[in-house]
């Protein structure tokens, strides 16, 4: 209690409490000692490739290097990675697994033409209009059935087109202003 005449004690304010603790001399010594491991390993980086510059380059040893041959399908996905192929050889991956992905009905009567990789477009031409108009009403279902196989946002939108029609011929029997037998098709 307060005695009459005497202040009131002041709570001591109370120290921040440090969110980390400082590093003891054992954690020093060991970011001291692995800072110098990679000083060494790098020295000794250096220190190996001024020698095989000047004995002339790499010699051919018992262990394996950059230089040995590779089988075909090694060659071929490291030739596709650093060239940065990924996406359109998957989308050609799935051009060629067409009939497994949209079914065997589906796949008799509508193809995948190309594959736009900046727009992320696939465009797909059907044999009839009626199919045309099925795949249309079947593409949000399909573009998520390829983002999943592919990878989400490789596929954005699909273009349907319909069919080419015949060519188109210019003679007597053609009427004025109509555009011949490609008004029935598209």
Same mark, same amino acid.
């Given at each position: 209690m ?35 491991? &990679? ?9 190996q ?12 040893g ?9 089988? /075909?399908?090694a060659?071929?996905?490291?030739l ?24 065997? &009905?589906?796949?008799?009567h ?6 736009? &990789?900046?727009?992320?477009? /696939? ?18 279902? /399909?573009?998520?059935? /390829? ?40």
């Amino acid at each position: 209690m307060d005695q009459p005449g005497r202040p009131s004690p002041v709570p001591e304010p109370s120290a921040p409490e440090p969110s980390a603790p400082e590093p003891s001399g054992v954690d020093l010594a060991r970011v001291a000692l692995r800072a110098a491991k &990679e000083q060494a390993r790098a020295r000794g980086a250096a220190a190996q490739q001024k020698k095989q510059a000047r004995r002339g380059g790499l010699r051919s040893g018992a262990r394996a290097d950059g230089r040995d041959p590779l089988p /075909l399908g090694a060659a071929i996905n490291r030739l596709i990675t650093e060239r940065g192929w990924e996406t359109p050889a998957a989308v050609g991956g799935v051009m060629g697994r067409w009939p497994q992905m949209v079914g065997p &009905e589906v796949a008799q009567h509508c193809e995948p033409q190309r594959y736009d &990789e900046d727009a992320r477009v /696939l465009t797909v031409r059907c044999d009839s209009t009626a199919w045309a108009t099925q795949l249309r009403l079947l593409a949000p279902q /399909l573009v998520a059935r /390829l983002n999943a196989d592919l990878g989400q946002g490789t596929v954005k939108m699909i273009k349907v087109l319909g069919p080419g029609g015949p060519p188109r011929r210019y003679g007597p029997l053609r009427s004025p202003g109509s555009t011949g037998p490609g008004d029935t098709y598209g």
